[in-house]
């Protein structure tokens, strides 16, 4: 396992940033300036250049969607302005639109708040497109899976990558099968046969599976040699993994009272099995037999910042 803490990696090649100091704006100035009315020319013109949320985009929750409707950029650089007046900002380059930007927040818990106001992205949709793209730079060209998926990061994936293969499980419905648009796919008994894919992406995913083990065995098998599993978990430093919940011949037992989390396909949103802890990469290796490291950046001009913002990337070996 390789731990990258702290990690300050330079720029990408059509980031427009040459160093911190390159275009670090006085903030007191555009404070002053944000207090000064809606009819004055403030400087935070990256807020008011703002057309609304990606065309197409989708939300994993109504919680994750933009303050507003589509295109309404005069009502969300009002909003904006007070976070601007209050400080709650930076500036920053957004690696998912690959542009100049600013970041806001309006609630301390920054990974369910801290937003791109050009593509209204996340951290950890942030934070799983930068590290594909330092650990897997040519990942356009790649074969990519994706498990779930949602947001902004997903609808980039979908965009940029010609042979990207998304998928949902729906228990009702037959694995392998198309059922409204897209794959029905159960992580503990994909359906695609040995070495098909390049990549596997999951997010947020590995902490509702019941069976995990059965789960992280099926990605390694998938995954063609020099592969790689990318994947974000809420991940507990500093204890071991808990098990909320387990299947027994009964049926669903829970172990403590049940919480769930949002959805990008049901309403009552899904279930959180495990909380994982510790010992989750020496898990990831008894049931895959692949490596990982741990991807954890915090660096605010990339917008990575908040909690559970590791990134985990598994890797299978080269013939």
Not at 10 to 28: C, D, E
Not at 143 to 159: N, W, Y
Not at 267 to 279: A, K, P, S, Y
Request: aromatic share 10%; hydrophobic share 35%; with cysteine.
């Amino acid at each position: 396992m390789t731990w990258i803490r702290g990690a300050r990696p330079r720029p990408l090649a059509s980031a427009p940033i040459t160093g911190a100091r390159a275009w670090r704006p006085s903030h007191r100035r555009l404070r002053r300036r944000a207090r000064a009315g809606p009819n004055v020319r403030t400087a935070v013109r990256v807020v008011l250049l703002y057309p609304g949320p990606a065309r197409g985009a989708t939300y994993a929750t109504s919680r994750d969607a933009p303050t507003g409707p589509p295109g309404s950029g005069s009502l969300l650089a009002h909003s904006h302005r007070g976070l601007v007046a209050r400080g709650r900002f930076n500036l920053g380059y957004c690696v998912i639109c690959e542009r100049r930007t600013m970041f806001v927040w309006r609630e301390r818990y920054l990974r369910a708040h801290y937003r791109c106001v050009r593509c209204w992205s996340l951290p950890r949709w942030r934070a799983v497109i930068h590290a594909l793209n330092l650990r897997y730079p040519g990942w356009r060209d790649l074969s990519i899976f994706e498990s779930s998926p949602g947001g902004a990061g997903s609808e980039k994936l979908k965009g940029e990558c010609a042979r990207y293969v998304p998928s949902h499980f729906w228990p009702t419905v037959d694995r392998g099968t198309v059922f409204q648009g897209i794959r029905c796919e159960d992580l503990t008994q994909l359906t695609f046969p040995d070495e098909s894919f390049d990549l596997v992406v999951t997010q947020d995913v590995f902490e509702h599976v019941l069976e995990p083990g059965r789960a992280f065995s099926e990605v390694a098998r998938i995954l063609r040699p020099s592969g790689g599993h990318v994947f974000t978990v809420p991940f507990f430093r500093g204890r071991k993994t808990f098990v909320r919940a387990e299947m027994t011949p009964a049926g669903l037992h829970h172990l403590v009272p049940p919480i769930y989390h949002g959805s990008p396909i049901s309403q009552e949103g899904t279930l959180v099995v495990t909380e994982w802890g510790d010992d989750l990469v020496d898990f990831v290796r008894d049931h895959s037999h692949l490596e990982t490291d741990v991807l954890a950046i915090h660096d605010r001009r990339l917008g990575l910042d908040g909690q559970f913002l590791d990134v985990f990337v598994s890797r299978r070996p080269a013939r």
